[in-house]
């Protein structure tokens, strides 16, 4: 499994630098964070520890033994007609000392008229946008561990269909004595498998990302600081002329700041602040609101999990998410013996 890990990864490095930023490249949907508590932490975010496989399904590293038939649900209201569907499942192997982990993410984009060239309407289409991906983590030493994920993408807008495949490979770093979690990310390396139109392949939206988590000991309280597209300084959605110098601004919309609160061990708070997305969805030179924050909650019982967080995306604008963790071998009793 380490052979393959480290084969996959140095694989994967020359195709780096062919891919690109959000807006420039196909399945931008694979940069929506796909259950609450990622949303709630700022919506990108490698190095939580909490026992969660929805986090597992952004970063394979943080699969682990504990979520053995953990299933994970989650609904999240976009826009409108627009909503999105999660589901993800967790089992280990310990024969081979490895946890697994599927999960599928789908984005119903409701039914949108279709028209010609002329805006005549010849009828209605129903754009959709889904991921399934399969992932496999195991421990190094005492306190690293170290995950793949390969996902096949879906999108279907119409007649324009696309298809293709990528990988992503986690390392984590996690001392518990101290509460100190880091990990490195390589995101989605992949490739058009089919193209919207024939002849014009697109790039998969590749993300390096690197992240660290801390809990404190004489207080309730964890942060979080991760930075993304490492592999890129100017991610402005409108590139900067050539030659422009470095800025305060073009650093910090490489990072996301989250903290956690626990209310006993039952009631979890998390907050996170994305400067990124505050810069990107600014109208104008008006206020801002609370653009780019993010707030949830979960509430941690022996069987389940119930999870919410709220996005704000623009001042009047926010998208909700819904999810639940269920412990299958606690409820129904899977996998014992």
């Not at 190095?47 to 943080?62: E, R």
Request: hydrophobic residues 40%.
């Amino acid at each position: 499994m380490r052979f393959l890990f480290i084969i996959l990864f140095c694989g994967c490095l020359p195709a780096l630098q062919a891919q690109t930023l959000g807006g420039q490249a196909a399945f931008t949907f694979l940069n929506m964070p796909a259950t609450p508590r990622l949303s709630a932490l700022g919506g990108i975010n490698v190095s939580d520890p909490a026992n969660d496989i929805g986090l597992a399904f952004n970063n394979p590293a943080l699969l682990r033994p504990s979520m053995h038939w953990q299933l994970n649900t989650v609904v999240t209201a976009i826009a409108a007609d627009v909503k999105s569907y999660h589901a993800g499942l967790g089992i280990y192997a310990p024969k081979l000392a490895t946890s697994f982990g599927w999960g599928l993410h789908y984005i119903d984009y409701g039914s949108i008229p279709q028209t010609d060239a002329s805006g005549n309407v010849m009828g209605r289409f129903m754009p959709r946008d889904w991921v399934m991906q399969i992932m496999a983590s195991r421990q190094y030493l005492e306190k690293w561990h170290y995950g793949v994920t390969l996902k096949f993408i879906q999108s279907s807008y119409g007649s324009y269909q696309s298809n293709g495949i990528a990988v992503d490979v986690g390392v984590q770093y996690r001392d518990t004595a101290v509460g100190l979690s880091a990990s490195l990310l390589a995101k989605n390396m992949g490739t058009q498998l089919k193209q919207y139109v024939s002849g014009q392949p697109e790039d998969i939206p590749f993300d390096l990302q690197i992240g660290i988590s801390k809990r404190l000991r004489e207080a309730p309280f964890s942060f979080s600081l991760t930075a993304h597209h490492l592999h890129q300084f100017d991610i402005g959605y409108r590139e900067q002329a050539a030659g422009s110098r470095f800025s305060a601004d073009q650093l910090l919309r490489h990072f996301v700041l989250a903290t956690t609160v626990y209310l006993g061990d039952k009631v979890e708070l998390t907050a996170g602040y994305n400067y990124l997305r505050r810069r990107e969805l600014r109208i104008g030179e008006g206020g801002n609101g609370l653009t780019g924050f993010s707030l949830g909650a979960v509430l941690l019982l022996r069987k389940l999990q119930v999870q919410y967080a709220r996005s704000q995306y623009l001042n009047n604008k926010a998208y909700n998410q819904f999810g639940i963790n269920l412990a299958l071998d606690q409820l129904a009793g899977l996998g014992r013996k």
